[in-house]
């Protein structure tokens, strides 16, 4: 349909006339209005065309023979189809027609005279179109929301879920079939019901307690709760529904039979818990079963130490270190399994203390450096200045991750070198993080290995388990014992290449400041240094080790470049003043070298060979390092070469003390101590030293003792039963006359800072740790004699 | 298991001195363990601490580090007092305590007192 010349839709006309002449004239007066136009000659004809269409309106003629037009316009009202159609009649008559009251009771709702004006048929037929088309669009409309509503009850009756709606009072408006399947309630039962009269009291008091009291605030609600079928079937059921957010109010939701799921739910919930037990109990039995097979394995081992001792032919004793050495492997893996169990069983505990990490560092690569120099290989340790000297945490444990690691770099390395690089790496929350890098040169790992080799019973390939044998446990327990040191850990390798393993650790620090032995050296600093060693990982580590002691630092990969850096060094008149020497080189080695040195009169460097454990210590007269070097052996070492001995105290660290030297202490001491073995080696120690000791076992009697005799000091157990040793000193202080302090010191169990504030609290001068090595005893026994008391 | 440092201190005073040291220890020690097993069994958590203290106090004395510290974790435990005990472990202080006496018994070529 093209719109009409006037811009509106195009409607259709019935003209109904008898005269031809009169129907061409409305149809022309009608033409630019662009309507379909129906003629119809008779009333009888325009009967029928009602009968086919609609019409917008009918132009009816009233004069017409047979049926005239107030006949016609009878008819067409009697049909329901166009009861509503509006007729104007056409009139040509006088006006008193007009108020013939026949015309409207015909159902005439307007009327034109003849002659025709065309504005005034044209405006009146506008009029009638445009009230036909809107009233044709309200239709269409009422049926486009039958049609939704048609496809929305479609819907709901046929949808998987039960649907409802309530109205503001939460009444059951509607429910759909699956609604009724699911709570056994018909939809007309239903119809009018509070919606939760689905629940037992119950349950529905349980609802409202959850819910706001005032219905209003609820907007969403999801609530799953069980009913009873009236067959006595139980089922679980979960609605959620909305508010409907009109002013009429109501609820929309839906209900779901969720019994099935949430037997589901259930039975994994059991599963799971199941699970857990059982891997609990298998944890436990592997404990228990570790500690049954460790006790009696220490036996066979310590038993064949002790058969061992004695006179054995040299098969028996082949036999007898088979036996030691098989029951060694099986310990270290019952070991394995056992830590392994207890981290799992969620047993494992810290064991806290305070520690110096260059010296567990130092211990631990001492260790395992028999084997690797047993395979020819170089371990290096560089440990960074910025790594705190004392730290607190776990010292076994952290000994045990290092074991594992470098043990392993040294099994599976052929040739090449192990080097552990320890740094600080941050701060985090108000703990220091070490970090432990151990590089290999050894057969690496392959990428797809590298994701899973922190995990339990993987090898890096089950040939490496056949080669290399071990539980495959090592690392799984490295891994868990550096995530309980609050740490982290991982690798890095290239197959053929090497391996790196890292690992972190977070320990509060007690000693922050850097290690002595890495800070400038007033006797080094300055001195010219020659390091000769072919491993460039060694020569690198240890020239950072001496530039940071204040050294001039050369290096040289083998004896030959040595000797022409050395001559021409000479020759420059900045002559070498130590050279340090790797032993084993390829070409000339250490020795030869150092006979070249102290053969060449130009030459006064003072050689220091650095040699391995397994490499004869017949060196002549010349200073040695054992590999691996340590920093203090190291600089104590160059500070001899240098003929600075006089101020340097013996490598092992300990100082000499006047208080055991040479002669006697004289002094009366009054020992506390109820525990016989403790108390029996401290008289030992102290009687050697010259000192007269009394002893007594409980604090009642040394608070008598102190009446009786004169003492030079007390020793006291903090930790007696009775009177402890905090209460025997109160009552000591509280017999004392003013000025005649005696000096008590406490021998106490407890390392830490608050023990120590607990005694000198409790009125005790010093404080002494168990077990008490004759070292700290005499000297803090020494120093208390000496303050005037 | 042993701290050589530790047990060449004691050896400085003479062998004398050790064994009769190492007689007392074990004869002590032998004691206070089944007193220890009694008073766990007994649930007597007190006793428990105040023994495993005891047992650590001559362990450190004699070296015997990892004995001191498995008595040292039965101690710390019995202190906090577990109802259930199972956080006392000591299955580790006797075996501890076996270990320690044969490395003790190895020393002194004192095979009469070794298990």
Redesign the interface.
Known sequence: MSAAPDGHSPVTVLIVDDNPAKRLGLKAALAPLGHAIVEADSGLEALRAVMVQDFAVILLDVRMPVMDGFETAAHIRQRRQSEMTPIIFITAHAKNEIVNPDLYAEGAVDFIFAPVPPAELRSKVTVFANLFLRAEALAEQAREVQRSVDHLKLLTDSAPIGIFRTDAENRYVYTNPLWSDITGVSATDAAGRKWDTIMDPEERSRLRAELPDDAADWSELCHRFEIQLADGASRILLVTSRAIPDAEGGWVGTLANITAEAGAEAAMAEARDRATEASQLKSDFLANMSHEIRTPMNGVIGLTDLLLETDLDPGQRDYAQTVRNSGEALLAIISDILDFSKIEAGKFELDIGEFDLQATVDDVVDLLAGSAQAKGLEVVTAIESTVPAVVSGDRGRLRQVLTNLIGNAIKFTEEGEVVLRVSEDGIADGATVVRFEISDTGIGIAPETQGVIFQPFVQADTSSSRKYGGTGLGLAISGQLVALMAGDCGVSSALGEGSTFWFTISVPAVVAQATEASLPDDCLSGVEVLVVDDNATQRSVLSEQLSGWGMVVATAESAEDALDAMRTAASEGRPHAVALVDRGMPGMDGRELRDTIVADPDLAAEVVLMTDLSQDRDLGACLSLTKPLHQERLRTCLRIALGATADVEPANGRAPNGAHADEPETGRLLLVEDNPVNQKVAVAILSSAGYRVDAVTSGAAAVRAVTEHSYDAVLMDCQMPGMNGYETTAAIRADETAGTSIPIIAVTAGARAEDRERCLDAGMDDYLVKPVTKEALLTVVAKSLRVPA | MIDE??FD??R??GDD?LV??VG??TE?TDALLRQLRESFDAGDTTAVG?IA??V???A????GRAL??AC??VERNAITGDPTGRAIDL?AVE?EY??LR??L??RL?F?GV??
């Open positions: 440092a530790a201190e004691l400085s005073f001195f009769e040291l007392q220890f002590e105040r203290h005891n650590r106090g001559s450190g004395q004699l070296g001191a510290s040292d974790r299955r075996l076996g270990r044969l490395a018994a190895e070529t095979v070794a298990p």
